[in-house]
């Protein structure tokens, strides 16, 4: 099975880009379709970005639609999610999650296998 790893994470202000990494070991993560979502505190957690395995299908939630790019970067076994015009709204933790030879960009959580553990995204005003 695949393990996942977040990084990227961190404190920025308004307007500012960070992007976030998920690396992924013990298997090749060209197989997996990858999902982010992120958990606002007192939130449920929500769908942001997925990509599909081979990394011809893309979806994003309409919140960050223009404004968050996910890719694929299978030499280096890893996802990323470019995040520009940051705002407060996108504080939250989060995730990557991995969905075994998925041909679609899946937005729903629970087709998701396995996932990692989160890094914290904070962007002040």
């Known amino acids: 099975q695949v393990q996942l790893v977040e990084s990227g994470g961190g404190l920025v202000q308004a307007g500012d880009s960070l992007r976030l990494s998920c690396a992924a070991s013990g298997r090749a993560i060209s197989s997996y379709g990858i999902g982010w979502f992120r958990q606002a505190p007192g939130k449920e957690r929500e769908f942001v970005a997925a990509i599909n395995w081979s990394g011809g299908s893309t979806k994003y939630a309409d919140s960050v639609k223009g404004r968050f790019t996910v890719s694929r970067d299978n030499a280096k076994n890893a996802v990323h999610l470019q995040m520009n015009s940051l705002k407060p709204q996108d504080t939250a933790v989060y995730y990557c999650?991995?969905?075994?030879?998925?041909?679609?960009?899946?937005?729903?959580?629970?087709?998701?296998?396995?996932w990692g553990q989160g890094t914290q995204v904070t962007v002040s005003s």
């Open positions: 999650a991995a969905r075994y030879y998925t041909n679609v960009a899946e937005p729903s959580e629970s087709r998701y296998n396995y």
